[in-house]
């Protein structure tokens, strides 16, 4: 399949060279940063399967390492979400983060409110609570991060949001009403996979729509002979839903 690549305004959006009423999704990256190529590489996958997709960068890194994540706005992840709505070949945006990514695209879903471009969100192995600003010298010296402390470097901002996006409080998942997929490996030595079970369990207590997707004995990343299951699965999920 021929695939398109253009700008708008400041991010790119892959897609099929041909085709109308195109499914569109923001992707967040996790903690690798924006220069390690994931984004882009989901991104095209997804424009192979006849989807717009447009891999948003934040956070700072380049061509060779990771760079520290603080301070994120997340307003800006819903200005792309609603800039990539407006594409001519669009019908409906969602959102899909992974690992660090996860978590942030559930926050952002749950607190665009009503108005809000997104309307289906996925997340891959995040955590199932508002994590701290990431260094990466901290987590190669073994620093995981997995219970910070309220006051610790904040990740993310949304001016009115404070106490939602305190680090260490569970998700703002009460406020999430779009349908979610979540994903996940039994076998993730980053983020315990039982954090996504917690997820599931919390949106399926407050009757949010899940479809779940636990892949027996894979890590933080799928093997890619096992990588063509999530995207089916991803891409049924956003073709349903959008």
Same mark, same amino acid.
């Given at each position: =399949?021929?695939?398109?690549?253009?700008?708008? +305004?400041?991010? &790119?959006?892959?897609?099929?060279?041909?085709? !109308?009423?195109? @499914? #569109?999704?923001?992707?967040?990256?996790?903690?690798?940063? &924006? =220069?390690? #190529?994931?984004?882009?590489?989901?991104?095209?996958?997804?424009?192979?399967? /006849? =989807?717009?997709?447009l891999p948003?960068?934040?956070? !700072? /890194?380049?061509?060779? $390492?990771?760079?520290?994540?603080?301070?994120?706005?997340?307003?800006?992840?819903?200005?792309? +979400?609603?800039?990539?709505?407006?594409?001519?070949?669009?019908?409906?945006?969602?959102?899909?983060?992974?690992?660090?990514?996860?978590? =942030?695209?559930?926050?952002?879903?749950?607190?665009?409110?009503?108005?809000?471009?997104?309307?289906?969100?996925?997340?891959? $192995?995040?955590?199932?609570?508002?994590? $701290? $600003?990431?260094? @990466?010298e901290d987590?190669?010296?073994?620093?995981?991060?997995?219970?910070? %402390? @309220?006051? %610790? &470097?904040?990740?993310?901002?949304?001016? +009115?949001?404070?106490?939602?996006? !305190?680090?260490?409080?569970?998700?703002?998942?009460?406020?999430?009403?779009?349908?979610?997929?979540?994903?996940?490996?039994?076998?993730? &030595?980053?983020?315990?996979?039982?954090?996504?079970?917690?997820?599931a369990a919390?949106?399926? %207590?407050?009757? !949010?729509?899940?479809?779940?997707?636990?892949?027996?004995?894979?890590?933080? /990343?799928?093997? *890619?002979?096992?990588?063509?299951?999530?995207?089916?699965?991803?891409? %049924? *999920?956003? /073709?349903?839903?959008?």
């Amino acid at each position: =399949m021929a695939l398109s690549l253009e700008m708008m +305004g400041e991010w &790119p959006v892959y897609g099929p060279a041909d085709g !109308t009423g195109l @499914p #569109g999704v923001v992707i967040l990256h996790g903690s690798e940063g &924006p =220069m390690a #190529g994931w984004a882009h590489r989901f991104a095209a996958i997804l424009a192979a399967h /006849g =989807m717009l997709a447009l891999p948003y960068s934040y956070g !700072t /890194g380049d061509f060779w $390492a990771a760079g520290r994540i603080a301070g994120v706005d997340l307003r800006g992840v819903v200005a792309a +979400g609603a800039r990539l709505a407006t594409h001519p070949r669009c019908r409906g945006a969602g959102l899909f983060g992974w690992s660090f990514g996860g978590g =942030m695209a559930l926050t952002v879903a749950a607190l665009q409110g009503a108005g809000g471009p997104f309307r289906a969100v996925a997340s891959h $192995a995040g955590a199932d609570f508002v994590t $701290a $600003a990431f260094d @990466p010298e901290d987590f190669r010296k073994g620093h995981r991060l997995r219970d910070p %402390a @309220p006051d %610790a &470097p904040r990740a993310f901002l949304w001016p +009115g949001e404070e106490a939602a996006l !305190t680090p260490g409080a569970p998700l703002p998942l009460d406020r999430l009403t779009v349908p979610v997929f979540l994903s996940v490996g039994d076998a993730d &030595p980053i983020w315990p996979h039982q954090q996504t079970l917690n997820v599931a369990a919390a949106l399926r %207590a407050q009757g !949010t729509p899940v479809d779940l997707l636990v892949a027996a004995g894979q890590g933080h /990343g799928y093997d *890619f002979d096992r990588e063509p299951e999530l995207w089916a699965r991803l891409l %049924a *999920f956003f /073709g349903g839903h959008l």
